[in-house]
């Protein structure tokens, strides 16, 4: 393996870059609390780990060179992103004034729901197949073994993106007090929505790596 502190500022860098796991985490830190943004970020990273098997084991291959599975991924993952996007911004036009008791409930409801949408969001999207495909080899060396390094550079990415996720959900869930007056969190939700029909489009349009 080479230039492993050069792989570690490259994923930083992209990590930190807004995607769809961003703009979830951020939709649940937010209407939910901090539980829901930190079930988001393990849905994330539990997705991630499969990407990383699924890279070791060369299934991500052969998803990146058949355009038919690579199509299938992508157009579900952009449906399931166009879903939450839409389902989002319907919920800003049904909130109404409820008792304590229904509000509690649709909370709890929410925060089981936030793990799965972590999960979903990253699980589905193609380009993180195509990014392990594509980005890992660069690290490592002409020729050697890719089992191992492909193992430590997926583990490492997963942590690093735990990580993020956990200072980011902290600094969203500070903030909160602002952010979850009804007026703030429309205008949160309502950006998050668009931003996920927008992601969704995107996906959709994707061309396959062949």
């Known amino acids: 393996m080479e230039n492993f502190y050069l792989f570690v500022l490259m994923c930083i860098l992209l990590i930190i870059l807004p995607g769809p796991d961003t703009a979830i985490a951020t939709k649940n830190t ?40 690579f199509s299938v991924f992508k157009y579900v ?9 839409i389902k989002t911004l319907w919920s800003l036009r049904k909130k ?5 008791v229904e ?46 390094p492909f193992l430590v550079m997926g583990i490492t990415y997963t942590v690093l993106t735990a990580i993020w996720f956990l200072l980011y959900v902290y600094l969203i869930n500070q903030v909160s007090a602002f952010m979850k007056k009804p007026k703030a969190q429309n205008i949160i939700e309502g950006m998050t929505g668009t931003i996920l029909i927008g992601f969704g489009i995107k996906l959709a349009l994707e061309k396959s790596p062949n």
Request: hydrophobic share 45%; charged share 10%; aromatic share 10%.
């Open 30 to 69: 937010v209407t939910v609390g901090r539980s829901g943004g930190l079930k988001t970020a393990l849905g994330t990273c539990c997705a991630l780990l499969i990407h990383t098997s699924a890279a070791v084991l060369g299934l991500s291959a052969i998803i990146v060179k058949s355009a038919v599975l």
């Open 77 to 85: 993952g952009a449906v399931y992103l166009i879903y939450l996007g």
């Open 96 to 100: 109404e004034e409820a008792a304590s």
């Open 103 to 148: 509000m509690d409930t649709k909370s709890k409801f929410t925060n089981k729901s936030c793990f799965k949408q972590g999960f979903l969001t990253n699980i589905l999207n193609p380009k993180v197949a195509v990014f392990f495909l594509t980005f890992l080899p660069q690290f490592v060396d002409t020729g050697s073994n890719t089992f191992i």
